[in-house]
């Protein structure tokens, strides 16, 4: 086990290296988020972007490949101000969300600003949603990018074979390796790790729980598959002063996996499509083939398109799940649009939105 993730490390490494240029961080940018020049606006928002990741995330894969592979550098290249946060890989959404709030704060000194704007990945969705209940007035939008708001049908799949052990024995023994592994790979070792509690939430029972907890005008109906409202006035009340604070919420989705002929059939794939050779896009077609058979329908391979449903639904493409933050290593299917493109035009729109 030990070669095979030795060998894993190797052929990131050697591939990151091959896209370096690509990598680069343009006009002097440090990691913080500041540059030293910019000759480009379009992308310029008023607010900073905050980019959330998802379940088994962090900001760089040991310390080298980014989560947001080349998102980040784009952004920036346009003139957006772009922070990259890292919260637990796996976790609740409100051990989750109170990283992410410590995170925000940061960023709000930074920039002597009151709200950021931001962008979620899978559960960094509901990550990003906890925060934007809890703190309403730090969130000027939220764009989520195939979260599962309702849970997801696969989650449910996984949660059902550990519990075939009646003893739990297993479970708790895959759960122990996980949340030690994990931090081997994050950029921060430190950050507590809970692979239940993730798979909990992520459950499609857990999501219904979660959401009556911590609603949101942006959610619709799974069932019916309907998405919510484009924005909310939130109020709250602190000592004795009434506050409205008005979010905007979007949503881009992935639903590659679509049926035909009974089963499911990656979109994403052109004839002879050199993605067919990376071993995410099978693994996505075999895991999106489960959450079909359970009647979640069409998805992208973890996350059904009608658990994605968030506020203005912005983008609906043919992406996977890994495919939305241009992974692996940019490898996304030859019918699939450049999802760093899209990502760039939704800040566009942000900042056409005075946010």
């Known amino acids: 086990m030990k070669k095979i993730i030795q060998s894993i490390c190797i052929v990131a490494l050697l591939v990151a290296c091959l896209n370096a240029s690509a990598q680069t961080r343009p006009y002097g940018w440090s990691s913080s988020g500041s540059q030293q020049a910019r000759t480009v606006t379009d992308a310029k928002t008023v607010y900073p972007i905050v980019l959330v990741h998802g379940l088994t995330g962090t900001d760089k894969f040991a310390n080298v490949v980014a989560y947001w592979y080349g998102i980040a550098e784009n952004l920036r290249a346009h003139g957006a101000k772009v922070y990259v946060a890292n919260v637990s890989a796996f976790n609740s959404d409100e051990e989750r969300g109170e990283q992410l709030k410590t995170y925000v704060e940061m960023v709000l000194i930074e920039n002597n600003i009151d709200k950021v704007n931001l962008i ?40 059902g074979i550990s519990k075939l052990d009646p003893t739990g024995i297993v479970r708790a023994a895959v759960s122990t390796m996980v949340n030690a592994f994990w931090p081997l790979i994050t950029s921060n070792p430190s950050l507590p790790q809970d692979s239940l509690k993730a798979l909990t939430l992520l459950s499609t029972k857990g999501a219904a729980e979660w959401n009556t907890k911590f609603p949101s005008k942006g959610l ?136």
């Open 120 to 159: 979620a990945h899978s559960q960094g969705g509901t990550t990003s949603r906890y925060l934007a209940y809890t703190q309403p007035q730090m969130v000027a939008s939220i764009t989520t990018i195939s979260t599962p708001h309702h849970g997801t049908e696969f989650a449910d799949f996984v949660d």
């Open 220 to 355: 619709g109906s799974k069932s019916d598959c309907t998405t919510g409202a484009e924005s909310a006035d939130i109020v709250r009340t602190s000592n004795g002063v009434q506050k409205t604070y008005t979010q905007r919420y979007y949503s881009l989705i992935g639903n590659n996996i679509r049926p035909f002929l009974g089963i499911g059939v990656d979109a994403s794939l052109k004839l002879f499509d050199p993605a067919i050779f990376d071993a995410t896009t099978v693994a996505m077609l075999t895991t999106g083939n489960i959450i079909m058979i359970m009647g979640g329908g069409a998805n992208d391979g973890l996350v059904p398109e009608c658990s994605a449903k968030f506020g203005k639904i912005m983008n609906t493409q043919p992406w996977n799940h890994l495919d939305e933050v241009n992974q692996l290593l940019r490898v996304v299917g030859g019918a699939a649009p450049d999802p760093v493109t899209a990502i760039r035009q939704q800040v566009q729109i942000l900042k056409a939105a005075n946010l």
